[in-house]
């Protein structure tokens, strides 16, 4: 059987289909999409692993990560696109969704 993700970090599990996403586009559109609840929820659980995430990531190349790896590297990728609504925006997320809406991402230099 293949873990969902690396061990330690399998709070992280209840979020992995909604939040585990390839792609810095794709990553933009569910931040906005996303219920602001879920979105809280996800922020909370995983801002303070943030940290031990990061510290495990870098054991293996980026290049040859392991699916339960690349799955946490997708997931706090996508933590660095929420922390921005939570962090940051607050209550105007659902404003600026409307706006990149209207901005079409075209390319992205860290994968689309």
């Known amino acids: 059987m293949t873990t969902l993700l690396p061990t330690g970090f399998e709070a992280l599990a209840p979020f992995a289909d909604r939040w585990a996403i390839d792609g810095s586009i794709a990553r933009a559109a569910r931040r906005g999409d996303a219920d602001p609840a879920d979105r809280a929820a996800f922020f909370a659980a995983a801002a303070p692993l943030l940290d031990a995430a990061l510290t495990h990531l870098d054991r293996s ?52």
């Open 61 to 112: 190349p980026i290049d040859a990560l392991p699916p339960p790896e690349q799955r946490l590297m997708d997931m706090m990728l996508t933590l660095a696109h929420v922390s921005l609504t939570e962090e940051i925006l607050g209550d105007q997320e659902p404003a600026h969704a409307r706006q990149r809406h209207h901005m079409r991402i075209t390319r992205s230099p860290a994968g689309a």
